[in-house]
């Protein structure tokens, strides 16, 4: 339970690295727009920390794709920001993960593994989380994982590329996320592909 809540925090983290990277890079007209993340009061100097570390990377093209009940999200990174990002917390563990929150900041999503990332690498899922605040006047549905679901196996993350070239990371991962983390709550089955450059690929036009 103590890990489940840690890696809760964590994805957390990601997803506020998120925001600020966002608020930064790709959506400066947005800086004033009524975000629903009322409550994020961490340390700015450790979030800034964070991203100045080595291995943290802004997508600058592809697309992050999501499966969850019938519904597909999807992040672009032409115009939505996705990171994929690594952090080493204070007793030297590692983690990495992919963040990404949409362009009108109403979905966000988050989901981490632990250990170092490298290429045709398959690891166990540590952390995960989809927001979602698409309707200003009903209140948001968050998915995460959750500690009271009693599962010891929450997925797995497939890297089949990272840091190759153009390519920032590609792969799937399967998860499981339970509706609001509350005592018998539901919990289902998210699918996801993410292909994602740090370049913009050369359109071929002949």
């Given at each position: 339970m103590q890990?489940?809540?840690?890696?809760?925090?964590?994805?957390?983290?990601?997803?506020?690295?998120?925001?600020?990277?966002?608020?930064?890079?790709?959506?400066?007209?947005l800086k004033d727009s009524n975000v629903n993340n009322a409550n994020l009061s961490a340390d700015t100097t450790k979030i800034m920390d964070v991203i100045n570390v080595p291995g943290n990377y802004l997508a600058a093209a592809g697309k992050l794709i999501i499966k969850i009940k019938d519904s597909t999200y999807i992040f672009d990174a032409n115009k939505d920001s996705i990171a994929f990002v690594t952090v080493q917390t204070d007793d030297k563990n590692q983690y990495f993960g992919?963040?990404?929150?949409?362009?009108?900041?109403?979905?966000?999503?988050?989901?981490?593994?632990?250990?170092s990332v490298k290429n045709n690498l398959s690891n166990s899922?540590?952390?995960?989380?989809?927001?979602?605040?698409?309707?200003?006047?009903?209140?948001?549905?968050?998915?995460?994982?959750?500690?009271?679901?009693?599962?010891?196996?929450?997925?797995?993350?497939?890297?089949?590329?990272?840091?190759?070239?153009?390519?920032?990371?590609?792969?799937?991962?399967?998860?499981f996320l339970a509706k609001d983390d509350k005592v018998n709550s539901p919990f289902y089955k998210v699918e996801g592909t993410f292909d994602l450059q740090l370049k913009q690929r050369a359109v071929n036009n002949n």
């Open positions: 890990k489940l809540r840690f890696v809760s925090l964590l994805v957390f983290l990601f997803t506020i690295i998120l925001v600020v990277i966002s608020s930064c890079q790709k959506d400066p007209d992919i963040t990404a929150i949409n362009r009108e900041h109403t979905m966000s999503f988050g989901i981490s593994s632990s250990g899922i540590a952390g995960g989380q989809l927001l979602l605040n698409q309707d200003e006047n009903k209140p948001g549905i968050q998915y995460s994982l959750s500690k009271y679901t009693g599962q010891k196996d929450f997925g797995n993350i497939n890297v089949i590329q990272y840091n190759t070239g153009n390519e920032l990371a590609k792969g799937t991962f399967v998860t």
